[in-house]
């Protein structure tokens, strides 16, 4: 059980980027900071970071917004639901910014630069030609007021610069322990492109100070991101929170995620029916290790047994492989009913599924003799459309078992046939029992060997299936009805006569 933080008031935040489709690292990071506040009976926030205002658009907000609630995240305070720190988008915070861009300029903490790009990149070629680390070379820091003011009026283009210490900047992270950089190595920072365009470093650092975060938990990528947000708090004279940076998030290769080697937008996994409880299952576990042998952790669950300290350092393996395998025991405990609506927009976006064509209870049977072997949502259609068509199309070698004739195949189906024919019930069970005990008798009869029920079920199977695995001859014929049924049965006599 996690040690729980008494003193505070935990707070901690998701702060997104709407600048693309929401990433299932964003995902993983909200997770880790709903279930570090929920335990600590703290408050989870969304902010909604959108100063990049060529590259923030408003349906990725919608969507990062959208695709959280899917998975079952919640927040307390967010640009959908308001609070006490309002606005939570930073483009509405904009003369917030401004109010302590000033004083940084006021203070002489921060300072208008004028150099261009070109000389920029020049100064850059140069430091690196001599084997030196780039840095801003402090060129702006010392310009007079005077000059600061004609230049600004002449309309010369300008960022404003942070002053960065030379000073050894530590700090403890709840994962990595004490971290420690040299900020002499940082070069003075832009934290603004004007007075009212602040840049990613200045903003969050107010917003965090005003919104009065505990904790800051996200991903190792902004781990060298702290040292320049830690000064940039000293220098306004905020609180420091405490930070955990979670592991990164890696290809089976062990590179860093990305998309060109698979999906990395919540949106794919949910599109391709993976259920949000498994996605949460597999994420928690990506970074997060019970120290036990138990494998399925619900939300409520986690909020009793998650514990930040138990996250590992290391990069985290993202498997595929291991997300199929829970979302397939996570399919297979769905409730029935909740499972099938679940199914029919992937049945209806396939083609197969016409309004009316069957009944519900009709479509949970379907649904039920498939899911043990559906690992994604996506994958009912394939594993059930021979029950949605008319006419099977199957090659007439797969009705062949273990060598037989094709006049003892037909011999087979014609055998099941008449079991079928007889059957008075329709039942499940009827139709298995009565399949069984025929299978023993058509192998007497024909001298196979007693249990191999093969001989008369395999044929039968494909016969109503048109596929290599499928649920069993009895399931099928029994979703299908009599008349359906034999008919299938009679097609298949007639492919194998
Ligand atoms: N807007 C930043 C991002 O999307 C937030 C980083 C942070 O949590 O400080 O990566």
């Not at 060129?139 to 210490?165: P, W, Y």
């Not at 094709?406 to 079928?420: P, Q």
């Not at 025929?438 to 008369?456: D, I, R, S």
Request: charge should be neutral; hydrophobic fraction near 35%.
């Amino acid at each position: 059980m996690t040690k729980k933080i008494q003193q505070i008031q935990v707070r901690t935040r998701i702060a997104p980027s709407p600048t693309g489709p929401a990433h299932i690292g964003t995902a993983r990071t909200a997770l880790f900071n709903y279930l570090f506040a929920k335990q600590n009976n703290g408050k989870f926030i969304l902010r909604i970071e959108d100063t990049d205002k060529e590259r923030s658009e408003q349906k990725w907000t919608d969507e990062i917004i959208e695709e959280l609630k899917w998975l079952g995240i919640s927040w307390d305070e967010g640009p959908d639901i308001s609070g006490e720190f309002e606005p939570y988008k930073q483009s509405q915070r904009l003369d917030i910014y401004k109010k302590y861009l000033e004083q940084l300029l006021i203070e002489e903490k921060a300072y208008y630069c004028f150099c261009t790009e070109e000389e920029l990149e020049a100064k850059r070629q140069e430091q690196m030609g001599r084997g030196l680390a780039p840095k801003y070379d402090g060129k702006c820091t010392h310009l007079s007021k005077e000059i600061v003011d004609k230049n600004i009026a002449e309309g010369k283009s300008s960022v404003i610069r942070f002053k960065v210490q030379n000073k050894k900047v530590k700090f403890d992270d709840l994962i990595r322990g004490q971290v420690e950089f040299d900020a002499s190595l940082l070069g003075d920072v832009v934290i603004a492109k004007n007075l009212s365009s602040p840049l990613y470093h200045f903003a969050v650092v107010v917003d965090d100070f005003l919104m009065q975060i505990s904790h800051v938990i996200r991903g190792e990528e902004h781990l060298s991101n702290t040292p320049r947000q830690i000064l940039i708090q000293e220098a306004l004279g905020f609180y420091k929170p405490i930070y955990a940076h979670l592991p990164l998030m890696l290809n089976l290769d062990k590179s860093k995620m990305s998309k060109r080697q698979g999906d990395v937008a919540i949106s794919d996994y949910h599109k391709n029916g993976y259920l949000p409880e498994a996605l949460i299952n597999f994420m928690v576990l990506l970074g997060w290790n019970p120290g036990t042998d138990k494998e399925m952790f619900t939300l409520a669950h986690l909020v009793k047994e998650f514990s930040i300290e138990k996250v590992q350092k290391a990069g985290a393996v993202f498997n595929v492989q291991r997300l199929d395998f829970l979302n397939g025991l996570y399919i297979r405990e769905k409730a029935i009913d909740k499972l099938t609506e679940l199914c029919i927009p992937y049945l209806k976006e396939s083609g197969l599924l016409v309004e009316g064509q069957f009944s519900q209870n009709k479509l949970q049977e379907i649904v039920e003799v498939s899911r043990t072997r559906m690992k994604k949502l996506s994958e009912i259609s394939s594993l059930s459309d021979f029950f949605f068509s008319n006419k099977l199309i199957y090659d007439k070698d797969l009705l062949q078992w273990q060598k037989a004739e094709d006049e003892a195949i037909k011999e087979s189906l014609m055998f099941s046939r008449n079991i079928l024919l007889e059957n008075k019930t329709w039942e499940l069970k009827d139709l298995e029992t009565e399949l069984f005990t025929g299978a023993e008798k058509f192998n007497l009869q024909k001298g196979y060997p007693e249990k191999n029920k093969g001989y008369l079920l395999w044929p039968l199977r494909v016969a109503l299936s048109g596929k290599s695995t499928s649920p069993s001859p009895f399931e099928i014929a029994y979703i299908l009805g009599k008349e359906k049924t034999l008919k299938l049965v009679d097609e298949a006599i007639k492919i194998i006569s």
